[in-house]
């Protein structure tokens, strides 16, 4: 079993595509930090300074404007996350995130569905409301 | 099981209680319209005009400021939520949601809890962005 998320952003495929893989973009509704433009094969650094936390993530696939796909961690071994941007019209485009790797044996595996499904809305919710109206400063409110 | 969603809002809590119980303000955040103000023992009808949705709610327990509990249909058989307000200072109260009630031997019980989950984090999103920055459209994003 897989999340699936889907949500839609009035904004062209572009402004969305570029606000995951410009490195000067993602401070505003995700990570703190990325260490450089996401392109394919590169492993990228991310840095989560509100939980002083840090992480990599390998870049398996860029399609411009349209899909990335990476893995959690150094390697594609990770669980997967595929981003896929379909653009409806100018101003309208459909962002659907899902990830692949969970372990239905795993005695948690409800628990990290859900709060793996947690994670991914809040941070669509900050990306939409950073596009649309600028706001930089929703993230960080989930608390465990 | 239950599901359990916190999050941080800059604002004091008489401020996000009254975006839950006063009529004038759900359209900004959650249902397109409340019938009337949230008191103990109403049963009230929210609609979401873009689903072209109606429900009823059974307001079970209100505490000024402080708590709100209500079941989902018009008695008090359905699903339990329970919203609690902490106000950790004048500008930052902590919200949390519990929904109960979920049946465990229900087939499709993961994807239900997966739902609700997502609902609530876009709620509370945007809940934040309504109080904290004036959004007032960012509900409508999640596709089914």
């Known amino acids: 079993m897989n999340n699936v998320t889907k949500f ?3 904004k062209p495929a572009k402004e969305i595509f570029e606000a995951f893989v410009d490195p000067s973009k993602i401070g ?3 990570f703190s ?3 450089e433009r996401w ?4 492993v990228i650094t991310l840095k989560y300074d509100l939980y002083n936390a840090e992480g ?5 696939e860029i ?5 990335i796909v990476f893995a959690w961690g ?3 071994e990770g669980h997967v996350v595929t981003i896929s941007l379909t653009e409806i019209d100018h101003n309208n485009t459909i962002i659907e995130i899902i990830e692949e790797g969970f372990n239905e044996n795993t005695p948690d595996f409800v628990h990290q ?12 919710s900050c990306l939409k409301s950073y596009l649309e109206f600028g706001v930089t400063t929703l993230r960080g409110a989930l608390i465990k």
Chains 1, 2 share one sequence.
């Open 8 to 10: 839609k952003i009035f």
């Open 28 to 30: 505003k509704f995700w």
């Open 63 to 67: 399609q411009d404007n349209k899909k």
């Open 56 to 60: 990599k993530i390998k870049i398996i």
């Open 39 to 42: 392109e394919e094969g590169k």
């Open 33 to 35: 930090s990325s260490s």
């Open 113 to 124: 569905l859900i709060d793996n499904k947690e994670g991914w809305v809040f941070m669509l």
């Open 74 to 76: 150094e390697t594609e």
